[in-house]
C-alpha cells in the first residue's frame, strides 16, 4: 500500500486526539510561486467556461457567483447536467468503485488529496472571492484544514472497515467433532452519496463528507452552493485526475453545479438511487433533508453559540480573545460566539466589576480590531451575501438596546468589499425572544444574567432548543469549571475554558476536536468519529460450509 | 476492574469474529439440579403476583399470558406502572448511572449477567410456557445465547468508549512557542433508552438492545410483549438485585409490563425523555417507530428469506437440512428460511433432477421430522398464537397449490399443545402475490424458476422491497457461489452457502455473525457491531487553557 505511512500516522492521530497536521497550515510550506500562479489562473477564468472538469454529458453551462470583494460577478460558467445523468454516472461508477479494496481506496483518496495540494493556492483565491473570507482563512480553511478532516475520514473509515477479519475459519466444538464454517466479512457501500455545499465553507464543509462516502465505497455527487462553486469544482477535478490515473470511472465524483432559477437539491436528495446525504447549512432545508425515508444523513444546520461569563483573571485578555472570535470573518462561522451571558457582577482578577463595565470593556476590544486598519479588513474579510448585510444595518429590528453599531470598514485592496465592523446588542436575560435565534453574521448579544447558574441554564436551554456547536466559558473558580461542562454536556456542546491569546473558540482542530456533536439541533453529525463512516456501509457477513 | 479479563476475551472473540461462549450452550453445564428447581419455581409462580422485582410505585397489577404447551392462562400478576412513574424513576436513576465510569458500568452489568446464568433454567421454562419454543431451544436462546449477545454488547460499548483518551494534553507548535490545552472527551448518554419485546424471543431479541443502552450510560425501560413478559422479568428482577448490590439505583432497568385493554407502548415512544428506542416486532408498528422524529431507532422487522438451490452433491442432505431448518420453533424464527427458489433442472451430484422431483424430496424430508415421534414435538415446539395457527389452518387462501397440509402433532408430555407440521406450497416464478409477504409460522413455498439466475434476481427483489434477515443457497460451482453472494450483499442479505448437518441457516452465532444487517427493510439494526453501541452516546471534547 502506496500510503500506509500516511494512513497509520493518521489513524494514531486520530485515536491519540493529540496535533497532528498532514498538511501544514501556513502557505509559506507550499513553496514561493503558489500566489503568484493563482492569481494568473484566478485572472483567466474570470469570465470563461470551468473546463478542468473530467465528466461528460453537460446540457447547458451557467454560473452567478459574485465576489464578495469587488460586488462584481465572477462570470465564471460550469457544466450543468440533468439529475439522471448524474445518477446513471455514479450507479455505473459504483459498480466498480465498491468492487476496490478499503486499501485500494485510501491509496487513490490520498492521490486525490495530493492532488488537491498542488491547487491550494487557487482554491484560496476562489474561496476568497465566493466566501468573502480573507486570503489567509481561505487558504487555511479550504486548504490544508479541510485535507486534513479529509484524511482524517480516509483513516476512520479505513480503520472501521480493517477493524474485523476479511475472511476467517469459524470452528465450534461439538463434543465428538467440531463444525467448520469458513466466514467473510464485506462492508458493503450504501448507494450513491450526494454532498450539499454552503456558500461559507465550500471546502471544508464539503471534503469530509465526500471522502467519507468515497472511503466506504460509494460514488458521490457535489452539489454545490450556486454562490460558491468554483473552490469545490477545482478540488473535484483533481480528484478526477486522481481516478483517472488510476484507472478509475471519473464520475466516481462529480460536481453537480445548478443555478437559483433551476436548482436541483430537492430532485437529488428525493431520487431512490440516493441513499447517502450530507448536508450543511440553513435549519428549515436541513430538517427537510432529515426527515427523508430511507436516507442515512448527516447534517450541519444553524445553532446559537453562547458564552458564559462567570469570573477570570483578566477580563482585558478574554474580551480581547472573544472579541477576535466574532470578527473573524465577521462571525459568519458556525463556531462563532452570538450569546454572552454575563452576570450583574463578575470577578476580574481581585476586583469586581458590573455587567455595565464589562459591555464598556467588551465594546473597547471589538473596536480595537474593527477601528485598527491594520487587522479590520483581514480580520473581519467581506459579508458573503446581502441577506447576511440587511441583518446587520437592519439591526435596531432584532429588539434590546443597541450598544454598537456597524459601521462600513475600508479594505485597501478591495475599495468595494462588502465589510463592515460588528453590531452589538444589550439585553435582559427575560429578552429571550432577542437572542433566542440564530444572527448569522458580525452580531453579537451580551445578556445581562442574576449569576452564573442563570446564564448556564439560559445557554443550556437555547442549545437544547435551538442547538449550538461551541460554548465559551470564563470562570477562576474550577467547581464552576466542571458544573459548566457538566451541564452543557447534557445538551451535547462542547466547552471552551478561559481561552485567551492565539486560540479561539471558532477552531476546530483536525484529528482532535470532533466538530459538531450530533446531539442537538444544530446537526446530527460530527467531524469526524466512528459513527461518521460506520453509517455509510453496511457489513454483511457471508458464511459457507468447508 | 473486576471483569476485566471477561471484557477482554470478550473484545478480542468480537474482533476476531472466531468461535467463543463466554456462557456455554448446554444445560449440563449448569449443573443438575436447576430442571427441578426451575419446575417447582414455575409451579408456585402460576396463577400468584411476581414479586422478585425492586421497583415501585405500581399502580395496578396484571397479566394475560397464554401457555401455547397447555393452552391455558397463566394468570401471572404484574405490576403496572404510569408513564409518568416509569420515566420519572428512570430519569432520576439516570443522573447516577450517567457519571459511573465504561468499566463501573461494565463491571455491574456482567454482575447482573451472572445474576441472570443462575436463573437460565427458570428463565428458559418461562420462555416455554409463554413462547411455544421447545424447553431446550428455551434453555439456549433465553439463556446463554441472550447473555452472549448482550456481554458482546457490552464489550463493544466498553471497547467504543475507550477508544479515545479521557483526557490529552494537546500543544500546537506556533514557531516560538507551543498554545497547550487539555482536552477531555466524554461520552454522553443520549437519554433515556426503551427497549420494545416481541412474544416469540422475549429475552434473546431484548438483552443485547438494553445492555448496548445501559453500558453506554442510559437508564432503560423493557416494554415486554403482553403474552411474553415471565422470562425477561426474571432477568430483569436479576438485574435489579445486581444494581442494589453495587449501592446503584434499581430503576435503571425498569420492567414496563401492560395488558392489552391499555397498551402503553406509543405513550412510551413519544415521551420526550425517550430518546433511544429498541423494537423487535411486525413492520407496521417498526415504520412508526422508525419515523418518530428526535429518537435513535433500532428496529428488527419483518422480512422473507430466500432459499436459493442451484446444485449440489447431494440434495437429500440439502433437503434433510432446510427441513429442519423451516420445521425448528414451527418456522416462528426470523431467520428461517420460506422462499425456496428452485430451477425447472437441478443437478444432483452427477444426475439432473426436475423441479418436480425436488419438491418430492423436500417434502419427504418434511415429513420425516413431522411424522418422526421421536422428533417430531421436540422441533416444532409449539405455536406462539392462534393468529399463527389460524394462517396454517387456513393455508389454501395463500394461493398457488398446497403440496403438503398442516397436520396436529402430537405431543406426550403436554397434550394440549398448540403444535403442528409444516405446510407445503408451490407455485411459479410468476406468482409474487402469493410468495412477497412474509407468511409466519411453519409454511415454505417451493418457487419454481427458469434458472438460478431468475432465482437470485427474484430472491433480490423480494429482499430489497420486503427485506431479509437469511438468504440460504446451494451450489456446487464456485462462480455461481462467488455471484449469488455479490449479488446478495447488494441487497444486504447474509448468505449462507451449502449448509449440511448439524448447522442451520436460522442460527446467528454471538461474537461471529451479524444479526440483520441493518440495511434492507427487514430492519435498521444490527447485533451487534460498533454501529449498535455508538448511536446511544455522543462525544463531546471539552478544551481549556493550561
Chains 1, 2 share one sequence.
Not at 477564468?45 to 459574485?66: C, P, R
Not at 483533481?238 to 484507472?247: H, I
Not at 448585510?389 to 478591495?414: T, W
Request: charged share 20%.
Amino acid at each position: 500500500m502506496k500510503h500506509q505511512a500516511i494512513i497509520e500516522r493518521a489513524i494514531q492521530a486520530n485515536n491519540e486526539r493529540k496535533f497532528f497536521a498532514q498538511y501544514p497550515e501556513h502557505p509559506k510550506a507550499y513553496g514561493d510561486e503558489g500566489m503568484a500562479k493563482a492569481q494568473d489562473f484566478y485572472k483567466n477564468i474570470e469570465g470563461n467556461k470551468f473546463s478542468e472538469l473530467l465528466q461528460s454529458g453537460e446540457n447547458a453551462w451557467g454560473g452567478e457567483e459574485v465576489s464578495p470583494y469587488t460586488q462584481k460577478e465572477l462570470n465564471i460558467q460550469y457544466p450543468l447536467y440533468s439529475v439522471e445523468t448524474l445518477i446513471g454516472k455514479a450507479s455505473a461508477a459504483q459498480n466498480s468503485w465498491r468492487k476496490k479494496t478499503v486499501e485500494e481506496r485510501a491509496d487513490i483518496l490520498i492521490d486525490a488529496l495530493e492532488n488537491i495540494k498542488n491547487r491550494f493556492f487557487d482554491i484560496a483565491i476562489a474561496t476568497q472571492h465566493t466566501t468573502g473570507q480573507s486570503f489567509m482563512m481561505s487558504f487555511q480553511a479550504s486548504g490544508p484544514h479541510a485535507n486534513d478532516r479529509a484524511l482524517e475520514a480516509v483513516a476512520q473509515g479505513y480503520a472501521s472497515i480493517s477493524s474485523y477479519p476479511n475472511n476467517v475459519t469459524w470452528e465450534k466444538p461439538m463434543g465428538k467433532f467440531n463444525i467448520t464454517l469458513n466466514k467473510k466479512f464485506v462492508a458493503v457501500p450504501k448507494g450513491i452519496g450526494l454532498v450539499i455545499g454552503c456558500s461559507t465553507f465550500p471546502v471544508w464543509n464539503t471534503l469530509p463528507g465526500l471522502f467519507a462516502d468515497l472511503i466506504t465505497g460509494n460514488a458521490t455527487i457535489v452539489k454545490p452552493h450556486p454562490k460558491a462553486i468554483l473552490p469545490i469544482a477545482i478540488a473535484i477535478a483533481e480528484m478526477q485526475k486522481a481516478f483517472q490515473n488510476a484507472g478509475v470511472d471519473v464520475n466516481t465524483v462529480q460536481l453537480a453545479a445548478d443555478v437559483s432559477e433551476h436548482l436541483i437539491t430537492k430532485e437529488l436528495c428525493e431520487n431512490p438511487s440516493v441513499k447517502l446525504i450530507d448536508y450543511t447549512g440553513g435549519s428549515a432545508f436541513g430538517n427537510y433533508v432529515e426527515s427523508l425515508q430511507g436516507k442515512t444523513v448527516f447534517t450541519e444546520k444553524a445553532g446559537v453559540n453562547s458564552v458564559i461569563i462567570d469570573s477570570a483573571k483578566n477580563l482585558d485578555d478574554v474580551f480581547s480573545n472573544l472579541a477576535f472570535s466574532v470578527s473573524l470573518y465577521s462571525g459568519q462561522m458556525c463556531t462563532a460566539p452570538q450569546n454572552f451571558f454575563i452576570p450583574e457582577k463578575i470577578k476580574n482578577g481581585d476586583v469586581e466589576i458590573t455587567f455595565e463595565e464589562a459591555v464598556e470593556k467588551f465594546k473597547a476590544a471589538v473596536q480595537a480590531i474593527s477601528t485598527n486598519p491594520k487587522m479590520a479588513a483581514g480580520t473581519l474579510g467581506a459579508i458573503q451575501n446581502e441577506v447576511t448585510l440587511n441583518r446587520v444595518l437592519n439591526i435596531s429590528k432584532v429588539g434590546g438596546k443597541v450598544e454598537l453599531a456597524s459601521i462600513r470598514v475600508a479594505n485597501e485592496e478591495f475599495p468595494e468589499a462588502r465589510t463592515c465592523s460588528p453590531s452589538i446588542i444589550v439585553c435582559d436575560a427575560a429578552d429571550k425572544g432577542v437572542y433566542e435565534q440564530e444572527l448569522f453574521g458580525p452580531i453579537v448579544l451580551l445578556i445581562k444574567t442574576k449569576n452564573t447558574d442563570q446564564s448556564i441554564s439560559l445557554a443550556k436551554e437555547m442549545c437544547a432548543n435551538h442547538g449550538a456547536i461551541t460554548c465559551a466559558a470564563y470562570t477562576t473558580d474550577e467547581n464552576m469549571a466542571a458544573k459548566i461542562e457538566d451541564e452543557m454536556s447534557q445538551v451535547f456542546a462542547p466547552v471552551s475554558m478561559n481561552l485567551t491569546g492565539f486560540i479561539w473558540v471558532n477552531q476546530h482542530a483536525g484529528f482532535s476536536d470532533f466538530h459538531v456533536t450530533g446531539g442537538n439541533p444544530a446537526g446530527n453529525a460530527t467531524f469526524t468519529n466512528a459513527d461518521f463512516v460506520n453509517r455509510r456501509f453496511v457489513w454483511v457477513g457471508h458464511r459457507k460450509m468447508q
